[in-house]
């Protein structure tokens, strides 16, 4: 699978650490950055990732920050993106059975390199449910145009 990721300083650890174990899982992985510990400001890292994911050059994209809370905001605010802040597994399934997200947001402060590695796995590979939920889905995208 193509995934894009892409960090601010507050996630950079915990991107280098998802690039490595998603490179290991056998997907094809573009860093988008930051490529740093330096202060930096994470819509820079979030519009450009989102982007690439709506422009379909990816399959879905990766973003973390501190907090994963502003990568979140930017990312709902590109048309096409439907980007789930998710804690844990359980939320990062049910955004992808229900939701159809196409953008993963984690907190490094929040939560452990383990456990985002757990939500990564899940998110990958959960499929859309469709049926009910494509309906709710589409008027999203209804409300985007
Ligand atoms: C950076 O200090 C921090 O504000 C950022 O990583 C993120 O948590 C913002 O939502």
Known sequence: MKI??????GGFELKNELCTYLREMGHEVEDA????QSSVDYPDYAFPVCEAVAKGEFAFGILVCGTGIGMSICANKVRGIRCALCSEPVSAALTRKHNNANVLAMGARIIGKELAKEIVRTFLS???DGGRHENR???ISEYEK
């Not at 894009?4 to 300083?9: A, N």
């Open 4 to 9: 894009i990721i892409g960090s601010d300083h």
């Open 33 to 36: 950055g930051c490529h740093s």
């Open 126 to 128: 959960t499929e859309f």
């Open 137 to 139: 889905v589409n008027k």
